[in-house]
């Protein structure tokens, strides 16, 4: 079973998404495990202040040492095993081959960033970096929500037909799905090709593969 635990001060924005459709039934059938760990917990001083503004100066403020070094410790002191991914826009970029390779079977810590940043030295205990893409977000959470989504989907049992997965887009290598028409037949005047409908699985195959998007 694979297990995240998410390290984040915005639980709550990222529960109802891990409680819903796949995410809830790859939970719900014991393939995957999600938990939380709250920095805030961790944070410094009466008011748990999790930041501070940067040596040198500059605008915003970064995340601190202290605060995520011990939330982490606390996941590792259960599970020393487990390794550490930091959503960052400086990071690898994530696709599908690095989704399938991540091990389905390992305990992965999620640190998601907040404010402006973070301090250098949290790379020392990072395993991971991964970028989703050359864009800037305010937080790690849809970062992390993302690397949790596309990887789950990939465990078998959790997409319903066991071969979805597979046969999807990107699964061979950069070849995007082919085009797919459920009912009605005519949908104001754009009708499904003929060929779908003709029951020879051999020509369709070869229609499907004709017709599969390539990545541009
Ligand atoms: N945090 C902020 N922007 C990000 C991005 N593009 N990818 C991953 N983490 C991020």
């Not at 991914?85 to 390779?101: D, F, H, S, Y």
């Not at 989504?149 to 999807?168: H, K, W």
């Not at 070849?175 to 779908?196: A, C, H, W």
């Amino acid at each position: 079973m694979i297990k995240f635990t998410i390290i984040t001060l915005f639980q709550e924005a990222m529960e109802p998404y891990l409680n819903t459709s796949m995410m809830w039934k790859a939970r719900e059938k014991g393939l995957a495990e999600f938990e939380f760990v709250n920095l805030r917990e961790f944070g410094l001083g009466p008011h748990k202040s999790v930041d501070d503004t940067p040596y040198g100066g500059g605008d915003g403020m970064l995340l601190r040492c202290e605060p995520v070094f011990e939330a982490i410790e606390s996941v590792k002191a259960k599970d020393p095993s487990a390794k550490v991914i930091l959503p960052t826009p400086v990071g690898e970029i994530w696709n599908q081959e690095k989704a399938r390779e991540l091990d389905k079977n390992a305990h992965y810590i999620i640190l998601c960033p907040h404010y402006e940043g973070y301090d250098e030295r949290i790379l020392s205990i990072v395993d991971y970096k991964i970028s989703l893409g050359k864009y800037v977000l305010t937080g790690g959470e849809l970062p992390a929500l993302i690397i949790i989504d596309s990887v789950v989907r990939l465990i078998p049992g959790v997409l319903g037909g066991e071969t979805s997965a597979e046969v999807e887009s990107f699964s061979e290598g950069d070849n995007l799905e082919y085009p797919q028409y459920t009912k009605p037949y005519d949908f104001r005047g754009m009708t499904v090709p003929d060929i779908l409908l003709s029951g020879n699985h051999g020509e369709i195959a070869k229609w499907r593969t004709e017709h599969s998007g390539k990545v541009i």
